[in-house]
């Protein structure tokens, strides 16, 4: 079993900073991506960032330049740094992984985490 745990959200001013944490928790898979995703009321779950195994990146447009996704690969842990935010980053994020066991390949999501820009 694999669960992602995720840590770091709440409320931030515009133009300030935050920075999200997911951590793939078990034993026996291999990570192939991972990746937050957010999703505002009453909008759909869109990407924000991802990183594929090989280190690939992929943002979308209204974050690139001010968000950053990295990744600790011995802690199994995704980062999302977040710069110059604005009220439009409001959002629940969430964490997702696609994790590789000996043959099959899962989707796995995080619990999601509140990111509030207000002033």
């Known amino acids: 079993q694999a669960q992602l745990v995720e840590s770091g959200g709440g409320l931030v001013h515009p133009g300030g900073s935050l920075r999200l944490s997911c951590a793939a928790s078990g034993n026996g898979f291999s990570i192939n991506a991972m990746g937050w995703y957010r999703q505002a009321p009453g909008k759909q779950r869109d990407l924000v960032a991802e990183?594929?195994?090989?280190?690939?990146?992929l943002y979308a447009d209204s974050v690139k330049g001010r968000f950053t996704i990295s990744r600790d690969i011995a802690k199994k842990t995704v980062y999302l740094e977040m710069n110059n935010v604005k009220p439009e980053d409001t959002a629940v994020y969430y964490c997702?992984?696609?994790?590789?066991?000996?043959?099959?390949?899962?989707?796995?999501w995080g619990q999601g985490t509140q990111v509030t820009v207000s002033s």
């Open positions: 990183m594929t195994a090989g280190g690939t990146t």
């Open positions: 997702k992984a696609l994790l590789r066991w000996l043959g099959p390949t899962y989707q796995y």
